[in-house]
């Protein structure tokens, strides 16, 4: 049973630097008025992933950071399912490893990066390790599967409805993190 999920996607913005020099000619990226917080534009990849997995979450609660005019640049999303807690962690202004970590009773899943889904290895309680999705193009890869379901979608060989669940699970997600920004 897995107890506690964990979905990292944190990428430092190029523009980061430049703001925090003072320029904002033609800086859209950290303009709160423009509604283009970190959340919806990093971390809907992790809360996407999450509710793909998981479903929606019976509560959620949000901390975040923002920047001096307002601007909402990372946050931190503790989720609670039956039986499981899970964080979703993002970030404009910093970068990590944007991995994901399934911790269960006799072991975890690791998996190396949220948009590939490269380097899945389950290391169990006992110490060894199995690998279950092997690394392949890297970063070559992004959105590989994406482009295949679209594709299948598109040709009329998919169904939609599945799709549909995640995206509207994972909008109502934001919409109650999004709740506590309102709150700063």
Known sequence: DVRRA???FNQYSS?????KAGDRTDMNAFDPA???MALLDVGVYACALMTALFGKPNSV???FITLENGFEAAGDLSLSYNGMLASVQYSKINNSK???ELQGERGSLLIGDVICLEDAV????????ETVWPHTTGRDGDMVHEIRDFNALAEGRADMEPFWEITVSTIELMDRAREFITKI
Not at 15 to 19: I, N
Not at 122 to 129: A, F, H, L, Q, V
């Open 6 to 8: 964990l979905i990292f």
């Open 15 to 19: 523009r980061y630097d430049r703001f």
């Open 34 to 36: 423009l509604g283009n």
């Open 61 to 63: 609660h949000a901390d």
């Open 98 to 100: 944007n991995r994901i």
């Open 122 to 129: 389950i290391e169990y309680d006992d110490g060894s390790c």
